[in-house]
């Protein structure tokens, strides 16, 4: 057995104990009591024979690519000058958002910049870009003030103006998966993560350093590749069967924009983290985590550190061990493919399959993050109302006269949002099932070879839906 | 379907069976899996040639 088999047994193992040791987990989901017909285990197993019901009928039914060559047409004409104005609209909302979070009260409930940042736009925008495409690209605040500082720059340097240079291809996707996990570090880890004007600072810093790179590299190639969240939301408007171009609108079949993904350098790392970032946020707030985390607490704590920084220690060795472990999963599947054919090396595979995860990652986020945007997304109605969270008085509706609202828990029941998030978990990976199942073939040629190609990624899938189920369930109980 | 509905949720060992249908899969391509291989072995096998015919 080599060093890299091993490893990957290992994984293999650390997680299937993980998931037995572990009584409950938790996450976003905690919104009552359910009244389910049947016992919520027996929707994993349900979900498993979906799964393996979609194995099956895609060997049988489905022989010839479909999903390779692009299929979409054009919908309609936009108008030129609708980029420049979600442009400013997205400058002034960073804008409003950073003046909250630098001049508003510390109360981070109360305060807009917290629920703007965490909710709307990190958990909010996912869904948008799922519907109706990379609409982030519109409203992105240092895009857009990229371009505009792009074009002034042409008006006043004219033709003296030099080339941007050129991206290095061997950085790739790596500055924004760094990114991603900075970030989720700083929501999950950080003990100061949540306080508005820490947020305010931080959504500055990340602006310059993004407004420096687009200056060095050009605006379209840094976005591309290194800026976290134009990345993240690009990856997920590739399963809608909306993209925008530079003045018109196209539609495609859903999925269709996935196998075109170039999956260079650091896009596995991309996909991997949002995966890991979201397992483990729901991990963490579990049993075993909440036994375990003292542990080592008390352990960094022996070595010297204060108890702050030893549980931040503990939650970041937490947030790494965790993605590692998914990382580690998808690599069980792309080794045991390679056992079916040696064709193909591991990296060529992994790169090769890389586009399925999105759906992947796009359902564990629905699923997670479903009752969290259904009720706190609630909270944007009184909190653009009352921004810096100032005292008011009965019956001032504040800025938009909205100031009194309060969160609504009931429009949707427990047993909904628990429908939702199975038929999330269950549809995302039936959709990496096609995904996969359709490059294979275009890969290996026939469908006979395709199909045992994907067994391995079969069994990868049936294992994220019962890890995501589980923490789920976990989390309603 | 009341008592169906909390069968087992509220026991530890509810998480195994959220680990049960992954370990049935598993084991189903591995099984599924070794077949393949021995076929395939037996088909790359070289067939035995006649051997000289034995004088009556």
């Known amino acids: 057995m080599s060093a890299r088999s091993r490893l990957a047994a290992l994984t293999g193992a650390a997680w ?50 479909k999903l390779q060559a692009s299929r979409e047409r054009r919908l309609l004409p936009v108008p030129r000058f609708l980029d420049p104005v979600c442009g400013a609209l997205g400058v002034f909302a960073f804008g409003f958002v950073v003046y909250a979070g630098l001049a508003g009260t510390e109360v981070p409930a109360a305060n807009l910049a917290p629920t703007a940042i965490y909710v709307t736009a990190w958990v909010g925008v996912v869904f948008v870009a799922l519907l109706f495409g990379d609409v982030w690209a519109a409203f992105s605040p240092w895009r857009a003030l990229g371009r505009f500082g792009g074009w002034v720059a042409q008006r006043l340097a004219g033709d003296g103006l030099p080339e941007p240079m050129a991206y290095p291809e061997r950085v790739g996707r790596w500055p924004a998966a760094i990114g991603l996990v900075a970030f989720a570090w700083v929501e999950l880890v950080w003990t100061r993560g949540d306080e508005p004007m820490v947020l305010a600072v931080l959504a500055v810093a990340y602006a310059v350093v993004m407004l420096v790179g687009m200056s060095l590299y ?16 690009g990856l997920f408007a590739r399963i809608s069967p909306l993209r925008w171009e530079r003045g018109a609108l196209f539609v495609r079949p859903p999925l ?5 993904l170039d999956a260079g350098t650091g896009t596995l790392a991309v996909l991997l983290a949002a995966i890991g970032i979201t397992t483990f946020d729901g991990f963490s707030e579990g049993p075993i985590w ?33 993605t590692g472990l998914v990382a580690g999963l998808f690599w069980l599947g792309i080794n045991g493919m390679k056992t079916v054919s040696t064709q193909y090396d591991a990296h060529r595979l992994a790169r090769e399959f890389a586009h399925t995860l999105v759906p992947i990652a796009a359902a564990y986020i629905v699923a997670h993050y479903f009752s969290l945007l259904a009720y706190q997304g ?65 890969l290996y040629g026939s469908a006979r070879e395709a199909t045992r190609s994907q067994y391995w990624m079969l069994a990868v899938m049936v294992a994220f839906t019962s890890l995501g189920l589980w923490l789920l369930s976990a989390a309603n109980a | 379907m009341t008592v169906l509905a909390h069968l087992a949720s509220d026991h ?16 189903g391509i591995g099984i ?25």
């Open chain 2, 12 to 27: 530890w060992w509810a998480s195994l069976l959220y680990l049960l249908p992954v370990l049935i899969v598993v084991a």
């Open chain 1, 256 to 260: 269709a924009g996935l196998p075109s």
């Open chain 2, 32 to 56: 599924t899996s070794w077949r393949d291989k021995r076929r395939g072995e037996d088909d790359d096998a070289p067939t035995t040639p006649p051997g000289p015919t034995a004088a009556p």
């Open chain 1, 16 to 65: 299937l104990i993980g998931l037995c040791l572990a009584p409950e987990a938790s996450a976003h989901g905690i919104v009552g009591v359910q009244d389910l017909p049947i016992p919520r285990w027996l929707f994993g197993w349900a979900a498993t024979i979906v799964l393996v019901v979609s194995f099956v009928a895609l060997a049988v039914l489905w022989p010839k690519p």
């Open chain 1, 218 to 233: 050009g605006v379209d190639a840094w976005t591309r590749n290194a800026d976290a969240f134009g990345v993240y939301f």
């Open chain 1, 290 to 322: 909440t036994d375990v985390a003292p542990e080592l607490t008390d352990l960094f704590a022996g070595l010297g550190f204060s108890q702050a920084v030893a549980l931040q220690i503990t939650f970041t060795f937490g947030l790494l061990l965790v």
């Open chain 1, 378 to 442: 609630q909270a944007m109605g009184y909190l653009l109302s009352n921004p810096l969270g100032d005292a008011l008085g009965p019956g001032d509706g504040g800025l938009l006269g909205t100031a009194q609202w309060t969160i609504d828990y009931g429009w949707v029941g427990a047993n909904a949002i628990w429908y939702v998030q199975v038929g999330a978990l269950v549809i995302g990976h039936v959709a990496g099932l096609i995904l996969a199942h359709d490059r294979a073939i275009a």
